[in-house]
Structures are given as C-alpha cells and as structure tokens.
C-alpha cells in the first residue's frame, strides 16, 4: 500500500531535550516535506528536499533541522525543544515538481513540548 | 507575501450546494490545490488546476480564474461526511515548489 509513515505519532516531551520526528514514504517520490498546523495558521512549511541530499527552507525552519541522506526518509530534527513548537506536524512527498498536483500526507504527529 | 485567503467557517444543509472561495497573490502563480481535512486527520487531496476554467470529479468541482487570482471549490449533493476543513493551496514559481497554504475553511454540513 502506498503511504508516508510517520513517527512517533503522539509525543510530549520536555523543552531542550532533543527529538527526531521520522518520515518514510514507499512510493520513490522525489519531494518530501514538512508542515506544522496550529489552530488559526493553517499549514505552514517548514523545510522541503527534492532529492536525496537537497534541502531547502521553507516559511518558518528556525528550530528545526533535516536530512535526506535516502530516497525513502526525511526525519525532522528538534535539537533543542521550545514550547512554541507545540504543535501538529506533517510530513508529505510527491513526485518531482509537484507536477502531478498530488501530495501525500502522512498521518500527522502531535507533539507537545513542555 | 504570498497572501491565500479563504473564509474562516461556513455551514449547508444536508443535499445542498456551497461554494468555497480561495483568493490569492497572481505573481509567480503555477498552479492551485484544494486538499480535504477531517479533523485529525491528514489532507487529502481534492483537485488540481493550473489552467483557466472548471475542473469536474464526481460531486466536487474546482474553477480558476488566473487573471483575477481566484478560484472556488464546489460541492454538490452534499453529503454529512463532507463536514471537513476545506485547504487551498498555491504553488508560486519563485518559491522553488513550495506550497503555500490558505488557513483552511471549515465546512459544517447540517441534517
């Protein structure tokens, strides 16, 4: 079945202790990213690859970082957890260039930090 | 900025027709996107439109307007498992392929 997995789906942590969010999608898309949904917001992006070894910002990256070392995996790194970054995350990939206009959403991971 | 604008919430009855409009910035504009979310659930994925006109699947439809940034969704017969939040989604060609998302309308589908 062809999906996007994402882990831990549920998590409270505490501020400053480091986590990893991870993303794996089996469809071999080239695009992976990922977005934080707050109430009022909406979805916004945070970082996104196009290909293994290609990041890129999006509109609110600060306090996150990723890697893309396999096709396969985009994990989402919170080296120093803030409460600010309580909130429910996305990962989503798609074929190269959006240009089949379908992006799949993994099934969200609520974090809350403490 | 890359303002998309959406209602905040609307409500239709049960069988009913409702429009859902999604307003955007046209500089660099390169495609929209409506997306379907149940609440705690992931999007999903409605329809796509790069090019001027109607967009027809089933008992959604998406129009788009390139000249005026505008485009709608619409959903006919409705139907009570369509209460969801309704995204609109603009990709912008100087935004590498970056989507940007409107803040969602949520749809409350009444008896």
């Known amino acids: 079945e062809a999906q996007v997995t994402q882990n831990p789906r549920y998590l409270i942590t505490v501020t400053g202790k480091k986590l990893t969010v991870t993303c794996s999608q089996n469809m071999n898309h080239e695009y992976m990213s990922w977005y934080r949904q707050d109430p009022g917001l909406g979805l916004r992006q945070i970082y996104y690859s196009m290909n293994v070894e290609v990041t890129d910002k999006g509109d609110v990256p600060e306090g996150y970082k990723v890697s893309r070392k396999e096709k396969r995996n985009f994990p989402l790194i919170l080296e120093s957890p803030s409460p600010n970054q309580t909130s429910l995350y996305f990962c989503?990939?798609?074929?190269?260039?959006?240009?089949?206009?379908?992006?799949?959403f993994g099934e969200g991971s609520r974090l809350t930090v403490l | 900025g890359q303002n998309i604008d959406q209602p905040t919430e609307m409500t239709a009855t049960e069988g009913a027709i409702v429009q859902i409009n999604c307003t955007y910035q046209?500089?660099?504009?390169?495609?929209l996107f409506w997306y379907q979310q149940h609440a705690g659930e992931a999007p999903t994925f409605l329809s796509y439109?790069?090019?001027?006109g109607l967009e027809e699947k089933g008992r959604f439809s998406s129009f788009l307007s390139r000249s005026k940034g505008y485009s709608y969704l619409l959903l006919k017969e409705l139907q009570m498992k369509d209460s969801a939040s309704y995204l609109c989604a603009v990709r912008f060609n100087n935004a590498g392929n970056m989507l940007t998302f409107g803040g969602g309308t949520r749809l409350m589908v009444k008896p």
């Open positions: 046209t500089s660099g504009f390169n495609g």
């Open positions: 439109n790069v090019l001027d």
């Open positions: 989503a990939s798609s074929l190269a260039g959006l240009n089949t206009g379908e992006l799949f």
